[in-house]
């Protein structure tokens, strides 16, 4: 028979659940939005910097037929320090696109697992970082994951965070995902692209399971309110 600690123990489970707070998986796009916009101001800047001082090379060449003269040469090396400026700044840029991928598939990772651990007490999820072990847990409760909203987002979000990690490039998994399909490396571009697409359906696909899990655990089917039942019978 089910002891009054025992529900309440339910309850609490249930209680930990809700009390996810989902808006931490943008917390670390939200500490580093004035720096990244910082940047892309800066690279702008850079862009029109470069851009003006072409035309006045140009302009030059064409009053004097000389990329040689000493204020050709000066502007010349302006612009090569421009585009080193730029450089410097996309290759910032691009860290924190990675970095902002790699957090949120860190923290829904996180999630899903502290999900798990909740409500079905002492299992082992070291190995859940390969999605295959986690979808055969929660197939096994009756939770079809690939069949979840979000799913293919939430797997090339894992993918593309694995290839930031481990590679640094792309492969031709990774050029299967449109956003990266003419890249051998990433850019930031390309990644803020992708992140904006997926971000949103990752963490819906979260809290799916999570209703899904609560649905397995406290919505009782028929059969199993019966079985209950005759606990207290």
Known sequence: MKSFADIMLRDIKAMRLDAIDHDLFDSFEEATEEISNTFERDMKAYDLKYDQIENKINTNYEKFKTYESEEQLRLLDEQIDCERQKDYIRNYLTALAEMKIIYLFKSLEQTIKYLVTSVYGNVNTKQFFKWDFAKDF???????????????????????????????????????????????????????????RVHVKAINFCKI?????????????????????????
Do not use: C
């Not at 079809?144 to 990690?165: P, Y």
């Not at 406290?218 to 309110?225: C, I, M, T, V």
């Open 138 to 196: 929660l197939k096994s409760k009756g939770i079809q994951v690939s069949e979840l909203n979000g799913h293919l987002e939430w797997t090339q979000l894992m993918r593309v965070n694995n290839s930031i990690k481990h590679e640094g490039s792309t492969n031709d998994q990774i050029k299967q995902i449109p956003e990266f399909s003419e890249l051998v490396y990433f850019d930031h571009v390309s990644l803020n692209t992708f992140y904006k």
């Open 209 to 233: 399971i999570k209703e899904e899990i609560k649905k397995e655990w406290y919505l009782f089917s028929n059969e199993r309110l019966e079985n209950l039942a005759d606990e207290y019978s």
